[in-house]
């Protein structure tokens, strides 16, 4: 089975949608064509000489990393500028890289549920709602002989989840009228004469980044040459989809306990504590892989602990005034737990294409 840089890119879409990623990120494929066959991919947090060197030697011509591999637009070709000269060292090596940041960070399963997931929390949902994630109401009107017919293909498009619920919607009867013109091809009725149609009012909650998979399955197994339909945009935002996690431990912990607690879990990352005082007690915690300092200040007031990474002095004592225990695990530290993760659902969508976890380094070391 050949694989293409679309298929990759199509599990890592399906994921983690691009429409979740934060508006000031880049995310998607940044160097390569969709239609590349890949021989294998490596996985990375950032895009370095020697991740790009690793690859070649484990026979990879894709890359997908967290981190974006460009930021901002490059305006010259200065082989003299490091990252240019990598840049153009992967597109003459006929290699692909993909980035998905912010929306892995937001996704169920990505960066912080992973995080979350090796500090032993229970219970976790999104600490922070996610803008992006915004989702719409779907209304269609279906004739009766079509409803089911429907409603499973935009179930198993993406609409209708509601928690642990799928297919979950709504329906309604009522009377459609529609006079087919000349040319018209109708499904019912007849051209030139007013047709009254039984039909239902059919909605649905679809999330905004799944409206386009959704809206071709439902074109697909709607009957009418042409679908009546609306989109309505909603404020609710998938409660699935976010920045961060909180949940609980199985057990209580004082503040100390939890530090070491933390120091193994996260190991050989190093880490840094910064503790509110004596008498602290842990059972509810927060975490936010990468660069989490700033939201110390936003921190809902149940929560005991945070572990983040890139604290700063002034955000280490926003956490001291707010009696709040921050466990920094380092960026490199805080994010790489994906990495296995990523390779585990490329494995199971495509089945035989070679996956490496490339061992780069955090770049910090401790003295």
Not at 309 to 322: F, S
């Amino acid at each position: 089975m050949t694989w293409r840089v679309s298929d990759v890119k199509g599990v890592m879409d399906n994921w983690a949608p691009p429409a979740w990623a934060a508006s000031w990120d880049r995310v998607g494929l940044q160097a390569g064509r969709p239609d590349l066959a890949v021989t294998g991919v490596a996985l990375c947090l950032s895009v370095t000489p020697g991740v790009v060197t690793a690859a070649k030697a484990a026979g990879a011509n894709m890359i997908v990393a967290h981190h974006p591999l460009i930021w901002d637009p490059i305006r010259a070709l200065r082989t003299d500028d490091p990252l240019v000269r990598m840049c153009l060292d992967i597109a003459a090596g006929g290699m692909a890289c993909l980035a998905a940041h912010t929306n892995l960070d937001a996704a169920p399963g990505g960066v912080n549920d992973t995080l979350a997931a090796a500090l032993g929390l229970e219970k976790t949902k999104p600490l922070f709602a996610a803008d992006e994630a915004k989702q719409v109401k779907l209304v269609v009107f279906v004739p009766e002989s079509h409803l089911a017919q429907v409603r499973d293909a935009v179930g198993a498009a993406g609409a209708g989840v509601i928690g642990a619920y799928t297919h979950c919607s709504f329906s309604a009867p009522g009377v459609g009228t529609f006079l087919p013109g000349d040319g018209a091809q109708p499904f019912s009725g007849e051209t030139g004469k007013l047709n009254e149609e039984p039909e239902r009012r059919f909605e649905t909650l679809v999330p905004n980044a799944r409206l386009g998979a959704v809206l071709r399955a439902l074109f697909q197994a709607h009957p009418y040459e042409e679908v009546a339909y609306d989109v309505i945009p909603l404020e609710n935002t998938d409660p699935l989809v976010g920045l961060g996690r909180v949940g609980e431990l199985s057990e209580t912990m004082d503040g100390g306990a939890f530090v070491e607690h933390a120091r193994k879990c996260l190991s050989p990352a190093p880490i840094r504590a910064v503790s509110p005082g004596t008498g602290r007690r842990v059972r509810r915690v927060a975490v936010l892989g990468g660069s989490g300092g700033d939201m110390i200040a936003r921190m809902p007031p149940d929560v005991d602990a945070y572990v983040t990474g890139d604290v700063k002095y002034h955000d280490a004592l926003t956490a001291q005034m707010r009696n709040l225990l921050v466990v920094d695990g380092g960026h490199h530290g805080t994010e790489v737990l994906v990495l296995p993760e990523i390779a585990r659902r490329l494995n199971a969508a495509l089945e035989g294409l070679p996956v490496t976890v490339v061992g780069e380094r955090d770049p910090f070391e401790t003295a």
